[in-house]
C-alpha cells in the first residue's frame, strides 16, 4: 500500500457479527472486505473478500469481538492474502455507533467521554450500542495510538426542531426520560442527501429532499437546507413505514390493548420488531420484498395487501414531508428496495400523482445506480440514489483524521 496517510478500517460491530472494510481514502477504493460471524459460538466464522480475487471463508475461534477483531487484522496482514504490510498502515478507525442520543450530531474521535455517552445510551440502543462499543474497545486494544472515530446513526437527524422531536407527553418523560424522536438510517440520509446535491448540482445547504430509504429496515426524511427537519422513526427504529418484520406506526393504545390481552412487554416487543411487516401480512411468512412480490404475481391476495399497505403508508409520508419541505428538489429512492424494486417505486409513484409526479415506466426499469426515473414533464424530479453507509463512515473518519 501507498505512504499516503489515507487507510481507514470501518468497522460495524453486532451483537455477535463484525463487519470490516478497508478504504484507501485519497481514491476512495474499497480494498477488503469482510465480516466475523456468530461471534461467541463454536461456529464462528471468517469472510474475507478482496475486490477480484476469490471470497475466502474458514471457521474460527472466535469467543468474543477482541478474538474476532485479531483474527481480522492477522488475515489483513497475512503475507498471502492480506493487504497490509502490518497494521501500523492503518491511519484510523471508524466504528458505526446506534445512538448516542442529544450528545452528538457530528462524528467524533473516541475519546473516555464519547466511551461513557456510548455507555449512557446502551438503554436507548440496548442491542447496538454495547456490541458497538466492544468493536471500539477490541480496536483500541489491537491498534494501540490508532484514532477511533464513532459515526452515530442518530447523529444527522440532530438538526429536527423541538417540534418535530418532541412527542406530545407529559413534559417529565422528555426531561427525566430523554422519550423523544431520534431518528435512523442517518448516516445513510446524509450520504444520499450529499450525493443527490452533487448529482444535481445543487450546494447540499441548498438542497431540499424527500429521501426515502427502503430496505429490511425503512425510514423516510425531509431534508430543508440539507439538513433534516424530520424523519419518520422516532424513539427506536420501530416507528414509522411497514418494514421486513417491523410494524411501523400504529395507534399507541394497540400496545395497551395487547397488553391487557395478557401479552407481556417481551412478547409485544418482539411480536412488533421480528414478526410484524411484511412478514406478518404477505402470506408467504417471508420478510422479504422479492418474495412478496412474486406472490402477488402469482395472484395470492395477501401479498398484494402488504405491497399496498407499503406503498400507501410511504406515499402518506412522501406527501406530507414534500409539504413540509416546501416542495422538494427530488423525491430519491434509496436502500435494496429502493435501489432494485421497480414495480414498488411504480406502485409508491403512482400514489404520488395529486403531487404532479410522473414517472417514466423505462427510466424506471433501471435498477441500483444512480438515476432520474421521472418523466420530463413530472413537476417532481424522482431519482434513484444508491447509498454506501460504509464509505460515508470512512470519509467522516478521515475527515476528523486529518482534523477538518
Ligand atoms: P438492510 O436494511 O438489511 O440493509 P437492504 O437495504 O439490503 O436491507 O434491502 C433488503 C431488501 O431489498 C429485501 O427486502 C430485498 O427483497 C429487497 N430487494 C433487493 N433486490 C431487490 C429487487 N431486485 N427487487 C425487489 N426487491 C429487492
Do not use: W
Not at 414478526?275 to 402470506?283: H, K, R, V, Y
Request: proline fraction near 4%; charged fraction near 25%; hydrophobic fraction near 40%.
Amino acid at each position: 500500500m501507498s505512504d499516503q496517510k489515507d487507510t481507514i478500517l470501518v468497522i460495524n460491530s453486532g451483537s455477535s457479527s463484525l463487519k470490516f472494510m478497508l478504504f484507501k481514502m485519497s481514491t476512495e477504493t474499497m480494498v477488503v472486505k469482510g465480516l466475523v460471524e456468530r461471534i461467541g459460538t463454536p461456529q464462528a466464522n471468517l469472510v474475507y473478500q478482496r475486490p477480484g480475487f476469490d471470497k475466502l471463508e474458514q471457521p474460527i475461534q472466535a469467543d468474543d469481538h477482541g478474538q474476532a477483531l485479531d483474527k481480522v487484522c492477522a488475515t489483513l496482514c497475512d503475507p498471502g492474502v492480506g493487504v497490509l504490510k502490518s497494521l501500523s498502515e492503518v491511519d484510523a478507525v471508524g466504528h458505526r455507533v446506534l445512538h448516542c442520543g442529544e450528545y452528538y450530531s457530528d462524528s467524533v474521535a473516541v475519546d473516555e467521554n464519547v466511551k461513557k455517552v456510548i455507555r449512557d445510551c446502551f438503554e436507548l440502543g440496548p442491542l447496538h450500542n454495547p456490541a458497538n462499543l466492544q468493536g471500539i474497545l477490541a480496536c483500541e486494544k489491537a491498534l494501540p495510538g490508532v484514532m477511533n472515530v464513532a459515526v452515530i446513526d442518530t447523529a444527522f437527524h440532530q438538526t429536527m426542531p423541538k417540534y418535530a422531536y418532541l412527542y406530545a407527553l407529559p413534559k417529565k418523560f422528555y426531561d427525566e426520560y430523554k422519550i423523544r424522536k431520534y431518528g435512523f438510517h442517518g448516516t445513510s440520509h446524509k450520504f444520499v442527501t450529499y450525493a443527490t446535491a452533487e448529482y444535481l448540482g445543487k450546494p447540499k445547504d441548498e438542497l431540499n429532499a424527500v429521501i426515502c430509504h427502503l430496505g429490511n429496515g425503512s425510514s423516510i426524511s425531509a431534508i430543508k437546507n440539507g439538513k433534516v427537519l424530520d424523519t419518520s422513526m422516532g424513539l427506536t427504529p420501530l416507528a414509522g413505514l411497514v418494514m421486513g418484520t417491523r410494524c411501523g406506526d400504529l395507534d399507541p393504545a394497540v400496545v395497551l390493548t395487547m397488553a391487557r390481552k395478557g401479552y407481556s412487554i417481551d412478547e409485544i416487543d418482539k411480536i412488533m420488531n421480528k414478526q410484524s411487516g411484511l412478514l406478518a401480512i404477505n402470506g408467504v411468512n417471508s420478510s422479504d420484498m422479492r418474495d412478496t412480490e412474486a406472490a402477488a404475481k402469482a395472484g395470492n391476495p395477501d401479498a398484494q395487501n402488504a405491497l399496498d399497505m407499503f406503498a400507501h403508508r410511504i406515499a402518506f409520508y412522501i406527501g406530507g414531508y414534500f409539504t413540509l419541505v416546501g416542495g422538494p428538489d427530488a423525491i430519491v429512492f434509496t436502500g435494496g428496495i429502493g435501489e432494485n424494486s421497480v414495480n414498488s417505486r411504480k406502485i409508491i409513484c403512482e400514489r404520488l400523482k395529486a403531487l404532479g409526479v410522473e414517472l417514466d415506466e423505462e427510466r424506471n426499469q433501471q435498477r441500483g445506480k444512480a438515476c432520474v426515473i421521472s418523466s420530463d414533464s413530472s413537476k417532481v424530479k424522482c431519482i434513484v440514489m444508491p447509498t454506501n453507509e460504509e464509505l460515508m463512515i470512512a470519509r467522516d473518519t478521515y475527515r476528523i483524521f486529518q482534523g477538518k
